[in-house]
T-cell receptor
Framework: GQQLNQSPQSMFIQEGEDVSMNCTSS?????WLWYKQDPGEGPVLLIA?????ELTSNGRLTAQFGITRKDSFLNISASIPSDVGIYFC?????????????FGKGTKLTVNP | NAGVTQTPKFQVLKTGQSMTLQCAQD?????MSWYRQDPGMGLRLIHY???????DQGEVPNGYNVSRSTTEDFPLRLLSAAPSQTSVYFC???????????FGPGTRLTVT
């Protein structure tokens, strides 16, 4: 099946630093999504990307849909302690008449105050 | 508007027992799906539904059954629980595709 390779697995940064994480795949996706999961909670959608080359921002978060449709990155600027959590990329592609969502394995972010 | 709700929040089962994880949404979403989350594995799709009366298998469907008799509810059944099914289970729903999913708070299941 389709797989997403998400990196890095974990990051330890100081408050105020910028963060960058990415996802790659050997398959083409129609949609790229970035989720954040806080401990004990379900994932929450941060940014959705629908077109190749699309660059979208949500506050301090910026994400891009790669031109080849096989990759995406998420940047967080000026990190703060509440950015701590696990960030997941996800991609969708048509399968059997509907779209299935495939998740990367996540990037665990720790922010030291 | 409660969004996506899941019950129970925690459950311990013995091997061979059966149970149903409940999922409900009040957003009139057509698409609903079940994922399991294991350490280091991300979220894996178990089953999904594109509307009432229609279900299909995801990546890891073995050992699980689903049905969708109403738009609002999408229960996940474990017929004979196994330790390998120890996991956190998330239900999600969306309007027109799983790409705009809203996730429930999860059910943490332990099978001993």
């Amino acid at each position: 099946g389709q797989q997403l390779n998400q990196s890095p697995q974990s990051m330890f940064i100081q408050e105020g630093e910028d963060v960058s994480m990415n996802c790659t795949s050997s398959s083409i996706f129609n949609t790229w999504l970035w989720y954040k999961q806080d401990p004990g909670e379900g994932p929450v959608l941060l940014i959705a990307l629908y077109k190749a080359g699309e660059l979208t921002s949500n506050g301090r978060l910026t994400a891009q849909f790669g031109i080849t449709r096989k990759d995406s990155f998420l940047n967080i600027s000026a990190s703060i302690p509440s950015d701590v959590g696990i960030y997941f990329c996800a991609g969708t592609s048509p399968q059997g008449g509907s779209e299935k969502l495939v998740f990367g394995k996540g990037t665990k972010l720790t922010v030291n105050p | 508007n409660a969004g996506v709700t899941q019950t129970p929040k925690f459950q311990v089962l013995k091997t061979g027992q059966s149970m149903t994880l409940q999922c409900a949404q009040d957003m009139n979403h057509e698409y609903m799906s079940w994922y399991r989350q294991d350490p280091g594995m991300g979220l894996r799709l178990i089953h999904y539904s594109v509307g009432a009366g229609i279900t299909d298998q995801g990546e890891v469907p073995n050992g699980y059954n689903v049905s969708r008799s109403t738009t609002e509810d999408f229960p996940l059944r474990l017929l004979s629980a196994a330790p390998s099914q120890t996991s956190v289970y998330f239900c999600a729903s969306s309007y027109s595709s799983v790409s705009r999913g809203y996730f429930g708070p999860g059910t943490r299941l332990t099978v001993t």
